[in-house]
C-alpha cells in the first residue's frame, strides 16, 4: 500500500532528542492529527539524550514514552553503551563507527511498531537517512522496505514506514527544520554530541563535526 494514500490520522515517531528525529518529530506535527514519541533507554553513554527527548516533547506537547532497551547494552557493548570505551575520533570516514550498535534500528523499529499496534497506529516515523549513511546497514531505504514487509506479515497490519530525511544531507535536514518553523529548537534543544553536550556541542567529536558541516552548508545553500 502507498502510504500516501492513506489517513494522515495518528503515527508514532522513534525519537531520540537528536537533530534528526527532532526535525521528524516536527515533519509528523504538520501532517498527523495524533503524534506520539518513543524513546529508547539503552544505557547510552548519555542519559542527557533521554532529558532533551522529554523537554521537547513537553515544549511540542507531544504524548512521550520512554521504553527500556538496557539488553541493547548487554548484547552489544560499544563506545556509545560503555562510557569505558571512548568514541575513535580518527576512524577512516569509510569504516563504521565504533558507536554503531548492530541492528538498533531494526530493534527500535520493531519494538515501536509492536506498542504503535497496541495503539492502534500504522504509521511510524524515523529519521534515518541513507545518504548520510555512515556505517549504518539499517539506515538504508532497502532495509527499511524489507522491514516495513516483515512487520506488516509478523502482525498481520499493514503499516507504513516514513523516512522523510532518507535522501536529505545534513544541510537538506537543517533546511527541512527550517522550512518548518523548527530551526531554533532543532539547534539549541536537540543533542547529537558524542560527549554529551547539547546545542552545538563539544565541537570536535565526529558527530558535532558532521553537525556544524551540514549547518554551514545550510547557511551557504539557502541563506
Ligand atoms: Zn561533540
Redesign the pocket.
Known sequence: MNCNTRNKDAALVVFSGGQDSTTCLLWALKRYREVVAVSFDYGQRHKAELGCAKEIAQRLEVEWHVMDMSLLNQLAPNSLTRSGIEVDENAPEDAPPNSVVDGRNMLFLTFAAVFAKQRGITDLITGVSQSDFSGYPDCRDVFIKSLNATLNLAMDTTFCIETPLMWLDKADTWKLAADLNGLDLVRDMTL????G?KGD?????P??RLRRQGYREFLERYQ
Open positions: 547529537t554530541c558524542y560527549n553536550i556541542g563539544c565541537g570536535n567529536c558527530s558535532c
